[in-house]
T-cell receptor
Framework: AQKITQTQPGMFVQEKEAVTLDCTYDTSDPSYGLFWYKQPSSGEMIFLIYQGSYDQQNATEGRYSLNFQKARKSANLVISASQLGDSAMYFCAMRSTDSWGKLQFGAGTQVVVTP | DGGITQSPKYLFRKEGQNVTLSCEQNLNHDAMYWYRQDPGQGLRLIYYSQIVNDFQKGDIAEGYSVSREKKESFPLTVTSAQKNPTAFYLC????????????FGEGSRLTVL
């Protein structure tokens, strides 16, 4: 069975600083995908970044980067130059290659960006 | 603009009543999903459909039912058999291409009084 663990329930970060959100996973599947989503207070889930298990390089999307350490089974999200609009819940999720859309989500990390 | 529309945004119901949540997408996606979110928790999969007229149970299907008569629509019925229906419900879809990320609606918050 797949499992996603996010150990940080919440964190504060100052504007313009970088923040790292931890995510570890457990799976026996050789091929899988890892996602990060942002959920602002409005409730909608916003896709941020994706990392495939066979991707050689860490994924980056603008101010978001994914620190993928396959041997440690970790997929930490790094947000650089934090902005007030980054305040939200952040979820790490995983799927197997043969189960499109069937994501296993972590419990989430609440990020509050302060001026 | 393409997207997923969920309605209603907020819904109140009395115990023992069935309620149907609407989900419509104009992204031309084949696959659609329903997730449930409880406070302080991640999302859990209720039902999913990969093609019209076909759907499968997810991890927490008991007390829920769905239909998929049209590609664009995937309504979820929360029945009176669902023991703890108060939650935030999110509908999603995916094309299954490339990374296969899910596109989500804005959610429906159901409160049972």
């Amino acid at each position: 069975a797949q499992k996603i663990t996010q150990t940080q329930p919440g964190m504060f970060v100052q504007e313009k600083e970088a923040v790292t959100l931890d995510c570890t996973y457990d799976t026996s599947d050789p091929s899988y995908g890892l996602f990060w989503y942002k959920q602002p207070s409005s409730g909608e889930m916003i896709f941020l970044i994706y990392q495939g298990s066979y991707d050689q390089q860490n994924a980056t999307e603008g101010r978001y980067s994914l620190n993928f350490q396959k041997a440690r089974k970790s997929a930490n999200l790094v947000i650089s130059a934090s902005q007030l609009g980054d305040s939200a819940m952040y979820f790490c999720a995983m799927r197997s290659t043969d189960s499109w859309g069937k994501l296993q989500f972590g419990a989430g990390t609440q990020v509050v960006v302060t001026p | 603009d393409g997207g997923i529309t969920q309605s209603p945004k907020y819904l109140f119901r009395k115990e023992g009543q069935n309620v149907t949540l609407s989900c419509e997408q104009n992204l031309n996606h084949d696959a659609m999903y329903w997730y449930r979110q409880d406070p302080g928790q991640g999302l859990r999969l209720i039902y999913y459909s990969q093609i019209v007229n076909d759907f499968q149970k997810g991890d927490i299907a008991e007390g829920y039912s769905v239909s998929r008569e049209k590609k664009e629509s995937f309504p979820l019925t929360v029945t009176s058999a669902q023991k703890n229906p108060t939650a935030f419900y999110l509908c999603a879809s995916t094309s299954g291409q490339q990374t296969g990320e899910l596109f989500f609606g804005e959610g429906s918050r159901l409160t049972v009084l």
